[in-house]
């Protein structure tokens, strides 16, 4: 039985940058994470008007997607791109679910990492969260994506479900897509932050088996300006990761890879890169 969620039309005062119709549910508390929280929905341009149903994209850090009023740092304009690929035919309904602040590291990584080898990084070895990716992607499991196939008109197959976002974002998605490939089809990886498990997605990969769907995965050429090595490491472990994907039987109808020279780590580049990430993703 899924949770019935309300859903408020978004506030349009203040001068919020939202375009097209996006809404609010009512707090959906987690008992796994010990957090509630409302999800944004954004709804294709025909949506109220044609009688059919959409995919639906599952996407992380939630309140950076729509509103640049409410984002910690800018926004994905994935409601603009999404009215704009409405008119080459491309419609899905999109879900944001908000992070969990300074619990972030910890629900978007599956292991809890040491701190070994990121001397470079822009932060402290000492302090980087890890390990509750499992109990972040059981949530969306077995209740927001319930939630929200109650609520609206969805497509319901594998392939018209998927996980998208970036940095840790990211990497979440690529393990969420092995972990439940009975329930997504498709990953959107960008700028994803495999170092942050010091190895240790690569090796769950390698026991993984090949999962049909598709596969975006990007970085940019100089993620972190002030941490040379770090960049190196993105780009490095983002080429790694592709081909490792490749050896598993992913092909160019199944995978995809991008590499924005010059684009550092922020939601900018992620907007620049979303609307053919989406392409992919979704087109048929």
């Known amino acids: 039985m899924s949770d019935t969620l309300d859903w408020r039309e978004y506030d349009l005062s203040e001068d919020p940058t939202v375009a097209g ?11 796994r994470l010990d957090r509630e929280t409302e999800l944004l929905a954004y709804l294709p341009p025909s949506y109220d008007t044609a009688d059919r ?21 800018g ?9 704009t690929l409405a008119e080459e035919g491309i419609e899905a309904i999109v879900v944001g679910i908000p992070n969990a602040d300074d619990d972030r590291g910890g629900e978007y990584s599956p292991v809890e990492p040491t701190g070994a080898g990121v001397e470079d990084a822009p932060y ?24 929200v196939e109650d609520s609206f008109r969805t497509k319901t197959g594998r392939e018209y479900r998927g996980l998208a976002g970036s940095s840790l974002g990211g990497l979440v998605s690529l393990y969420g897509y092995f972990e439940y490939p009975d329930l997504f089809g498709f990953a959107g990886v960008l700028s994803p932050a495999f170092w ?19 596969l975006y995965l990007d970085v940019g050429g100089d ?12 780009r490095e472990e983002a080429r790694e990761m592709v081909e490792q ?15 924005e020279e ?23």
């Open 124 to 147: 402290d070895p000492d302090e980087l969260p890890g390990g509750d990716a499992d109990e972040y992607l059981a949530f969306l499991a077995e209740r927001v994506v319930p939630a």
């Open 196 to 214: 942050w498990t010091e190895g240790q997605i690569f090796e769950y990969v390698a026991e993984q088996s090949h999962v049909p769907g598709r």
């Open 21 to 31: 119709d996006v809404r609010v549910s009512s707090s959906l508390y987690s008992e």
């Open 245 to 259: 994907l490749e050896a598993m039987g992913y092909d160019d109808s199944e995978l995809r890879f991008v590499l």
């Open 223 to 234: 993620e972190m300006p002030d941490s040379p090595d770090l960049s190196a490491r993105y």
């Open 75 to 83: 926004e994905w304009q994935v409601d603009e791109t999404m009215e």
């Open 53 to 73: 149903e959409y995919p639906v994209v599952y996407m992380h850090d939630g309140k950076n997607l729509f509103d640049d009023r409410i984002s910690y740092s």
């Open 262 to 284: 010059g684009a550092v780590h922020q939601e900018a580049a992620w907007a620049r890169r979303f609307p053919d990430a989406a392409r992919f993703l979704l087109g048929e």
